[in-house]
């Protein structure tokens, strides 16, 4: 159980376009999500933290203009890149955490496989 | 800020030996997690070892938490050549709904 999914595995879009990344909780309902950012042999950073139904929680130095998050129902959330420019280009990890009164629960995030995007 | 800081940042062996990975923190924490990256993939959780407890086993994996010094290890035994990939550690400062600050990770290359 457990499983996140991430659509699509990689993209390859031109400078200025927007580029949409799903995230879905195949088998739990997800009341939050996170969307991290990793660039090559580095550290997963924080991006925003999605909580179903409310708007999200932006890190420090991400633009919530540029990245909009959408968590619009328990299983399923949306990261854009708007008008998106090479440096951009970058790996997007979602994770999801199911519900806290889940027996057992301690903060353990399920990640997605992750997204690959190249910005030209 | 980071949170954790593993070490080695790469780390290379042979089939068969074991591997041990540190993490180092610097604030309080509720539990202290690892996960696995293979290259280009998401991550995996591999084990959570509370505040309150010193040392975790899950088959070949032996966890240990010293929260006096703020550190962590992960010691893989028997190590094979599947076993190649990051491992980060991630902490949790309030157990519950926080953020995981992960480390930087360490890249492990397990030769046949």
């Known amino acids: 159980g457990a499983v996140v999914s991430q659509h699509p595995s990689w993209v390859i879009c031109k400078s200025g376009t927007s580029v949409k990344i799903e995230c879905r909780s195949l088998?739990?309902?997800?009341?939050?999500m996170f969307w991290y950012r990793q660039f090559p042999k580095q550290s997963l950073m924080l991006m925003a933290t999605?909580?179903?139904?409310?708007?999200?929680?932006?890190e420090q130095g991400v633009e919530k203009d540029k990245f909009l998050i959408n968590h619009a129902s328990l299983t399923l959330s949306t990261l854009t890149v708007t008008s998106a420019h090479p440096e951009d280009s970058s790996f997007y990890i979602c994770?999801?955490?199911?519900?806290?009164?889940?027996?057992?629960?301690?903060?353990?995030?399920?990640f997605g496989p992750g997204t690959r995007l190249t910005v030209l | 800020s980071q949170q954790g800081e593993e070490d080695p940042q790469a780390l290379s062996i042979q089939e068969g030996e074991n591997a041990t990975m540190n993490c180092s923190y610097k604030?309080?924490?509720?539990?202290l997690q690892w996960y696995r990256q293979n290259s280009g993939r998401g991550l995996v959780h591999l084990i959570l070892?509370?505040?309150?407890?010193r040392e975790k086993h899950s088959g070949r994996l032996r966890v240990t938490l010293d929260t006096s010094k703020k550190s962590s290890s992960l010691l893989i035994t028997a190590s094979r050549a599947a076993d190649t990939a990051s491992y980060f550690c991630?902490?949790?400062?309030?157990?519950?709904?926080?953020?995981?600050?992960f480390g930087k990770g360490t890249m492990l290359l397990v030769s046949p």
């Open positions: 604030t309080s924490i509720n539990n």
């Open positions: 999605s909580n179903e139904g409310s708007k999200a929680t932006y």
């Open positions: 994770s999801a955490r199911p519900p806290f009164l889940r027996e057992g629960s301690y903060n353990e995030q399920f």
């Open positions: 088998d739990f309902q997800a009341t939050t």
């Open positions: 991630a902490t949790d400062p309030n157990s519950g709904y926080s953020t995981l600050t």
């Open positions: 070892i509370r505040s309150n407890e």
